[in-house]
């Protein structure tokens, strides 16, 4: 655990420094309050110094979003300068949004927030999180300090666990956890529910359980039985807790592996994250597949791991074809060299907002985005 270090009072003083993101501690830190600038706050976060909030809570919330205002102006300042050059390719845009995003959560996170060791926040309007906290963290320890912005998301993530996600296959919420990917494209949820299953439902294998959806979804199907994977603490705990409040703890089993369970099963499903890339922080591995590990794990693993007459079920976004970050013709001879052919294929175009967005920065890849059901088997 390392530790931020700030002087207050004439002393030199530390805490606890505590970030998902996976963010370093700030070398430098100063004290900021109700009376600081929100230019002067804007200047001392792009140098990398942390403003350890002393003021009002509330008013710190205005300052993270005054800071965000003159981000995004600097941005669009940014990309008017450059209008008169060649246009960028997607994957130029890809990379230089990424850089961006990357850029500003950096920016955003020098607003630091103090904790007690109980999990309250010693500043004023301050607001209950001792629950939010309990779930993302576990029991308290001792005093420390976190960016305003994680708190944030913090809570987003408490009110999500809260009430739910409502998921039209089940009929029925999943509860996601702080970390957890929550199931809002729902869109590969139905490709699950629709697909036809195949002679054989006897057994299933859910590769990256998550928060469990699909293998509740498989379950209410009539698969006998699902045995769920995962590497992530929180994952399997998320899944459990959801399996549980949907009844269905007598078929689906949970099991902390790497990729695959022993055995072999009728359906293999697996949802990798859709877009090779590393990781900037936690949450981002449901997101980005360093070297596309698991993708490429789970095409290379799974012929073993089928029953006679089995099917593998991929579940892919081509989001990263249009992005030029891999090619159809990759994909397609990763799934030839493990043994494997393709039965058919299901397509869905996702509904979420930023395929409609027309000012999002990726928007030309993500209206062409197609989401897919490829069921694999043996060759």
Known sequence: MTRIEWVEGGETRSALWRSESGWPAPKKAVIADDTMAADTAYRLALDGTALLWRGDFQNARQLVQALARRID????????????????????????HRLAQLQRARTLAMLVIPFDADYTIPLRRAPDVRQACNEAYGAATEPFVISL???????????????????????????????????????????????????????A???????????????????????????????????RENIERLGLASQVELVKADLFPEGQADIVVCNPPWLPGKPSSAIEYAIYDPDSRMLRGFLGGVKAHLAPGGEGWLILSDLAEHLGLRSREQLTGWIAAAGLVVASRHDVRPTHSKALDADDPLHAARSREVTSLWRLRAA
């Open 205 to 239: 294998f859910d590769i990256g359980a998550g928060t469990g959806v699909l293998s509740a979804v498989l379950a209410r199907r009539g698969l006998q039985r699902v045995v769920a994977t995962d590497m992530d603490e929180r994952a399997l705990g998320c899944a």
């Open 73 to 96: 102006h600097k941005g669009s300042r940014a990309k008017r300068g450059k209008a008169t050059k060649a246009a960028a390719t997607l994957t130029e845009s890809f990379h230089r």
């Open 149 to 203: 912005r994680e708190l944030l998301g913090l809570i987003g993530a408490h009110e999500w666990r809260s009430k739910g996600v409502h998921i039209p296959a089940l009929d029925a919420r999943i509860h996601p956890w702080y970390g957890v990917f929550s199931p809002v494209r729902g869109e590969y949820v139905e490709l699950v529910a629709q697909a036809a299953l195949p002679f054989k439902t006897g057994l």
